[in-house]
Nanobody, 115 residues
Framework: QVQLEESGGGLVQPGGSLRLSCAAS????????MGWYRQAPGRQREFVAR???????YYTPSVKGRFTISRDNAENTVFLQMNSLKPEDTAVYYC?????????WGQGTQVTVSS
């Protein structure tokens, strides 16, 4: 069973940047859809960004133009570059990998945007 581990979260001031990483414990098929989701206190988990097997990216409207998802297949790692962070971006961020009948989630990394 593949395991995903997120890192890179922390406390940042509004307008700042963070780069999240999601490392897989072993190789993930290139056909896998890799995504980032987040869950703020008292709210449901929501979609943030997705990187498809053919390299197409999708973003939720609130982060488009500020966040960038990328994938390093050689290192089995997915990144989320987050710029111009806002207090409403505060949440636990989760990495997800989905392929065939596999749906794997990481444990999450906390991102707090506050002055």
């Amino acid at each position: 069973q593949v395991q995903l581990e997120e890192s890179g979260g922390g406390l940042v001031q509004p307008g700042g940047s963070l780069r999240l990483s999601c490392a897989a414990s072993r190789s993930i098929p290139r056909a896998a859809i890799m995504g980032w989701y987040r869950q703020a206190p008292g709210r449901q988990r929501e979609f943030v960004a997705r990187f498809t097997s053919v390299g197409t990216t999708y973003y939720t409207p609130s982060v488009k133009g500020r966040f960038t998802i990328s994938r390093d297949n050689a290192e089995n790692t997915v990144f989320l570059q987050m710029n111009s962070l806002k207090p409403e971006d505060t949440a636990v961020y989760y990495c997800n990998a989905e392929w065939l009948d596999n749906d794997v989630w990481g444990q999450g990394t906390q991102v707090t945007v506050s002055s």
